[in-house]
């Protein structure tokens, strides 16, 4: 038993664990953000040294310099700590635990903006014609999942918790788990529909109705798609390799660059808000601006 479980109470882990249930059951959360959950209140635990329903906003901001001038966390990692914290007290309270959110006056720190980081049409022709080209088993397979990614933004949650009963060829639409569980409708190209019928002939007939399955017959896991992306990168000598989120940034960017009206962007790539989606229009417009001056940048057409 790690230090951390030591120092923890039973009070603290059944609250924790309750907490985790219900973010894994009604919004539908992984176990990687479950875990990264655990871990930063139970890190927090063992600075404050006593229960998590004893902290308060002094305990707060000691945690967080301590973070920063300690441990050198960035900007990014320290907000993630607040919002764990934001969210696990608002939890208390809502389940009667606490009267009041001791984050009630922390706020998050404000991060500096980065624009998406997407791979280009290049790479990405480069990426398909290396599956294309290779001798696995399972190239049609692994076609379909670039596929489905390149042309509907999915993510990679998505793309693993397709069934069968989602596709529908006449609408040219899948249906998607998005965050929280809940279902949406995306458009898929026809092109890609023809790749999934040709591996629907040769897909494993086998009692699952998932779409993408492993050799031994199951849904392919999340971690297996991702190694798949990041092999195929290796053989085609994409460095950095396009991870699977990438190739959402590349759809966003792409269908924007072609005209595609932002709010439709938003709807087909499952944002709550319309400002995440529109941070890609920042991404196309300093394109456009690089483009721009290759072309005429420094051509003297003799006007001036």
Known sequence: MSEIELMMDKQDTELIEQFRMVKEVE????GSSLDQYHHDLKLFRIFINKSLLE??????????VHLKRDK???????????STLRTYYDFLVKEKHLQ??????????????TLPVFPTEKEIQKLVETVK?????????????????IYTGARVKGVHNLNLKDINFEKETLRLVSKGGKHRYVKIAPIALELIEDYLKIRPNVENDALFIS???????IRTIQHIVARYCDMAGIHPAISCHKLR???ATTALAHGMDVRVI??????????????????VDELLSIEYKKAFGNVDYGVK
């Open 215 to 221: 050799r031994n017959g199951n849904r392919l896991a």
């Open 133 to 149: 080209n290779g001798n696995s088993a399972y190239k049609i397979r692994n076609l379909v999942i670039l596929a489905v990614f």
């Open 72 to 82: 050198g966390y960035k900007k990014t990692t320290l907000a993630r700590k607040v």
């Open 100 to 113: 009041a959110s001791p984050m009630s006056q922390v706020k998050t720190p404000k991060l500096d903006y």
């Open 27 to 30: 919004e539908g959360l992984a």
């Open 249 to 251: 940034h590349f759809f």
């Open 55 to 64: 902290a308060n906003i002094k305990d707060i901001r000691a945690f967080l």
């Open 266 to 283: 938003q709807q087909q790539l499952g944002h709550s808000n319309l400002s995440t989606t529109q941070k890609y229009t920042h991404v």
